[in-house]
Structure formats: structure tokens, C-alpha cells
Nanobody
């Protein structure tokens, strides 16, 4: 089973930036779409951004223009650059992929935006 390990979370002030990274153990990383989700306390997990094997990207409206998802197939990693962070971006951020029809999730990394 594919293992995903996230890193880069932390505490940042409103308006600040963070860069999240996710490294995959999968052998078919380059052909799989990758995604970042987030979950805030008391809320459902929501899709934040996706990047296809062909580098096409999609973002939830609330992060468009502020977040950028990228991938490096050689490193089997996907990053999420988060700029102009808002308090409402506070959440646990999860890396996701689907491999051979199986959903694979990382354990998550906490992002706290607070003054």
C-alpha cells in the first residue's frame, strides 16, 4: 500500500506563508493524480487542490490565487505553497492519492493561522 508522509505544517500569522510537502512511497507516482485535503474542527474534510499526472491543477474557490500545488515526479513528492494565509485556513492538511483503486491518505499536518 502506498504510504504518504506530509510535512511543513506549523503556526503562522495571518498574511503569512507556509509550504507543505508530501512524499509518496508508491512505485507508480507519476501516473497518479495527487491532492491536498483539509479538515477543520467540526467540519467535513474538503478538497483543497489537485494535480493530475499531466500537471493540470484544480483549486477550491476559497484558495484560488493564494495556494499553488506542484509535483516532482523524480522525488515522488507533491507540494502545496500557501500564501496570504487566513485564520479560516486553519486545519489539518492531508495528502491523498488513489492507487489501484485504493484511497491512500497521509496522517496529516496541522496548519494554524493565528496572531
Amino acid at each position: 500500500q502506498v504510504q504518504l508522509v506530509e510535512s511543513g505544517g506549523g503556526l503562522v500569522q495571518p498574511g503569512g506563508s507556509l509550504r507543505l510537502s508530501c512524499v509518496s512511497s508508491g512505485t507508480s507516482f507519476s501516473v497518479n493524480a495527487m491532492a491536498w485535503y483539509r479538515q477543520s474542527p467540526g467540519k467535513q474534510r474538503e478538497l483543497v487542490a489537485t494535480i493530475s499526472s499531466g500537471y493540470n491543477t484544480l483549486y477550491v474557490d476559497s484558495v484560488k490565487g493564494r495556494f499553488t500545488i506542484t509535483r516532482d515526479n523524480a522525488k515522488k513528492s507533491v507540494d502545496l505553497q500557501m500564501n496570504s494565509l487566513k485564520t479560516e485556513d486553519t486545519a489539518v492538511y492531508y495528502c491523498h492519492t488513489s492507487s489501484h483503486g485504493i484511497d491512500c491518505w497521509g496522517k496529516g499536518t496541522l496548519v494554524t493561522v493565528s496572531s
